[in-house]
């Protein structure tokens, strides 16, 4: 019998994580506040769970994909969370980006319940969480990885194990954002300058993708500037969320970010002009007195982070 795997938030990345565990032979249980996400979920072969009890009571192994940590504690231990539902001995894939501390805080908890956590962040956006291929920053006991080492080889191309300790792997994946955020706003910035100076922006992505100034962000971001495509892929928001974390992080330590800073401004000022809710991309639009491209190029890259 196939075992039985919840993902409990079917975003862009949950639901790419659900479709690779699928394919795998898993029998993949998922929950979403969003009925036709669940309804289409359906239709491709999983079972649509009402709430993160239901999908508790039913799995060995749950995955939260989720945004942030509030929505962890809410899935997880609130009303109706999957966490009291689960038979001892389960394991929790906590995905979202958080605190280090949250990790450790949460890993205790989990433990707590009798069951084992393993702190997971993902990077590799929709499209390679679609294909089964994302990369996995992980730590956790010996128990966890025992628990659902299928589960990973499901859904994830490189799983590194960073340490028995939770927090490790989020500890990594800030790191990670930081560079994400920065190359994004710098992408932005690089960008903006050359419109406003008048340069041909499809040349400009050109001539940048194949000299020393590229840069992963900026050849995958770009093309949604130069589609004027701001669908969120990754949001505005999301980086005001995750830089905000990595300077909360550092402020710990007394420890400088100025690149960091510069580029959480960025994001906030974007947000704070209404696109919080576009794509990451749409920074650019912090810049004043340029003309965006309004198409051009098709967007047919996925975001990643």
Known sequence: MSRNVGVIGLGAMGLGVARSLLRAGFTVHG????????????AQGGVACADPAELGRRCEVVLTLVVNAAQTDAVLFGENGAVPAMSRGGVVIASATVAPEYAVALG??????????????????????ASGEMTMMTSGPAAAYEGCNDVLEAIAAKVYRLGAAHGIGSKIKIVNQLLAGVHIAAAAEAMALGLREGVDPEALYEVITHSAGNSWMFENRVPHILAGDFTPLSAVDIFVKDLGL????????KFPL????????????????????????????VFPGIDLPAG??????????
Not at 31 to 42: E, G, I, K, W
Not at 108 to 126: F, N, T
Not at 264 to 285: L, N, R, Y
């Open 258 to 285: 100025p690149l960091s800073a510069a580029a959480h401004q960025m994001f906030m000022t974007a947000s704070s002009a209404g696109h919080g809710g576009e794509d990451d991309s749409a920074v650019i639009k």
């Open 296 to 305: 051009g190029r098709n967007n047919d890259k996925e975001a990643a982070q």
């Open 246 to 253: 990595v300077l909360d992080t550092a402020r710990r330590s």
């Open 108 to 129: 205790k908890r989990i433990e707590a319940a009798g069951l084992q956590m393993l702190d997971a962040p993902v990077s590799g956006g929709a499209a390679r969480a």
């Open 31 to 42: 929950c979403d506040v969003r009925r036709d996400v669940l309804d289409a979920f359906a």
